[in-house]
């Protein structure tokens, strides 16, 4: 069965510095998400995104984040200058309709 | 906030038992979905309920709705120690295709 696909299942970064999380969506899925979760709590959106372009952003997705579809497969979410807070594991989703495929997660470390 | 809340937050039963978890949410939803995510790994889809269905089953799975009382349940029938796993209710409010995620309960089979 096709599956959302993330890398690094794990990063650890310095506080200030960007990181790039990386997912490879479902194929012929439409639609693609970032969520995020932090320990022990609720599934937070980010951001979603169709056709080439974000069609929905939450509080959480400042101007420090961003999202790219650099080549048709990739989709990347981007934090500029990471703080603290943004320790937490981030989840990318994809879907054709309604119910979404998570992928594992990458679980950002900052320090 | 649209967001689903599920209770109870944890909960510890025996294999054989049923489970039941319920969600309430708090404005009008197109569909409310059930997920399962297993420690350290990304979501599942279990089960989509549509605001005009008040009930459907899947396998051991009995998911209700009750849109007048903005609220759902799933029941496990038949639980078994590899259903220990956290579920999450999540709801797309009506005109909008985000899902929002409640914080999930915590359930625990043993065997």
């Known amino acids: 069965e096709p599956e959302v696909t993330q890398t690094p299942s794990h990063q650890v970064t310095q506080m200030g510095q960007e990181v790039i999380l990386r997912c490879v969506p479902i194929?012929?899925?439409?639609?693609f998400y970032w969520y995020r979760q932090i320990l022990g709590q609720k599934v937070e959106f980010l951001v979603s995104?169709?056709?080439?372009?974000?069609?929905?952003k939450s509080e959480i997705f400042d101007d420090q984040f961003s999202v790219e579809r650099p080549d048709g497969s990739n989709f990347t979410l981007k934090i500029r200058s990471t703080k603290l807070e943004d320790s937490a594991m981030y989840f990318c989703?994809?879907?054709?309709?309604?119910?979404?495929?998570f992928g594992n997660g990458t679980r950002l470390t900052v320090t | 906030s649209q967001q689903g809340e599920e209770d109870p937050q944890a909960l510890s039963i025996q294999e054989g038992e049923n489970a039941t978890m319920n969600c309430s949410y708090k404005?009008?939803?197109?569909?409310l979905q059930w997920y399962r995510q297993n420690s350290g790994r990304g979501l599942v889809h279990l089960i989509l309920?549509?605001?005009?269905?008040r009930e459907k089953h899947s396998g051991r799975l009995r998911v209700t709705l009750d849109t007048s009382k903005k609220s759902s349940s799933l029941l496990i029938t038949a639980s078994r120690a590899a259903d220990t796993a956290s579920y999450f209710c999540a709801t797309d409010a009506a005109g909008y295709s985000t899902l929002t995620f409640g914080k999930g309960t915590m359930l625990l089979v043993s065997p």
């Open positions: 194929s012929n899925h439409l639609y």
């Open positions: 309920i549509r605001s005009n269905e």
């Open positions: 404005t009008s939803i197109n569909n």
């Open positions: 995104f169709y056709n080439n372009e974000i069609s929905e």
């Open positions: 989703a994809s879907s054709l309709a309604s119910s979404l495929h």
